[in-house]
């Protein structure tokens, strides 16, 4: 059973309002959505992600095990450098999605509320001879995110993941309302959803199903090397990158802004053309409103959907843009 993470402390600041669903724990945001999505798009302020689970793998094979077993290379990875891999079943569906660093001796992770259990029980029974520790520091540690652009200070001593979307900072957990009054203000995961949307990037358990291949969300590349040796479901990859066809892929929608609600996650997408009783092509996955862009979303859609065509998002008109190539 999942042990569930403690509510944040930053739920106490004024105007939190508490997320609710897979982000529970944190703030949905704190009063002002649009002024906490320009803030973190000037690279001001920071976003609590304390509810993500945080695993390290130590040990003098730490990284020549993990690259056994991620989709990503990492055997050589340098000291400091980011990078993210995925866990696949053995027909290719992601199982598990972690954001890596290694700081010469540790690799530290951070990973999706509610995967942690099933991922340090899959790393654990898969350690055989290799000298590897693996560790739940969830309890000790919390992420933060901090925008591209922040000056914030981070404390020596301190692990951080350095992207080109910001800075996630693994800061001990009893910091953590310490480091928000120094480098806040705080933003609430509502405004770095409609910020990630905006960004195309896709995330488990929203953008997944039980049957997504790496290949539809976009995820060859930055999370999937195709050069490397085996690891399980690496068939499916070689298979669906040779042939170029996966079923389905990623589109960024532009939402009809004279609706009052978003259509939240699952919603059917049907050709515009076909009206709200026609064949279902895709759905929902995460949609946002935008400081600058109004009503956006991200959506899965069946491969042979045209890339220029109108649709509806149950009555919600959408516009689409390609993010993965049909």
């Not at 020549?64 to 569906?93: D, K, R």
């Not at 652009?149 to 910001?166: D, F, L, M, N």
């Not at 053309?273 to 009503?295: K, M, N, V």
Request: charged share 20%; glycine share 10%; aromatic share 6%.
């Amino acid at each position: 059973m999942q042990r569930p993470t403690p509510p944040s402390p930053l739920l106490s600041l004024p105007g939190a309002v508490p997320a609710e669903g897979r982000d529970e724990g944190v703030a949905a945001h704190y009063g002002d959505l649009f002024r906490e999505q320009r803030a973190l798009a000037d690279g001001k302020g920071l976003v609590d992600l304390s509810h993500h689970g945080v695993i390290t793998v130590s040990g003098d094979d730490r990284l020549s095990w993990l690259h056994l077993l991620l989709t990503q290379h990492v055997s050589a990875l340098p000291v400091g450098q980011a990078t993210e891999a995925l866990i696949l079943s053995a027909n290719g569906h992601i199982e598990h999605a972690l954001y890596l660093v290694d700081d010469g001796e540790t690799v530290w992770a951070h990973v999706e509320p509610g995967t942690k259990e099933d991922l340090l029980a899959y790393l654990e029974s898969m350690k055989f001879f290799y000298r590897v520790e693996v560790a739940d520091r969830t309890d000790d540690f919390a992420v933060v995110h901090l925008p591209a652009g922040s000056i914030a200070e981070v404390p020596q001593g301190v692990v951080v993941r350095e992207t080109a979307h910001g800075r996630e900072v693994f800061l001990p957990r009893a910091d953590l309302e310490s480091f928000a009054a120094a480098h806040g203000p705080a933003a609430g995961i509502l405004a770095y959803e409609a910020l990630r949307i905006e960004e195309h990037r896709p995330r488990l358990g929203f953008e997944t199903d039980h049957r997504t291949i790496p290949h539809e969300l976009g995820w060859i590349g930055s999370a999937v090397h195709l050069q490397k040796g085996c690891y399980r479901g690496q068939e499916t990859v070689a298979r669906v990158q040779n042939l170029g066809k996966p079923p389905r892929r990623l589109v960024f929608l532009h939402l009809d802004g004279s609706e009052v609600h978003l259509p939240g996650h699952g919603t059917p997408l049907r050709l515009a053309s076909d009206g709200a009783d026609g064949r279902q092509l895709g759905f929902i996955t995460t949609s946002a409103r935008h400081h600058e862009l109004g009503p956006i979303a991200l959506a899965i859609v069946k491969r042979n959907v045209p890339v220029d065509a109108k649709l509806l998002a149950g009555d919600t008109a959408a516009a689409q843009e390609t993010v993965v190539e049909p």
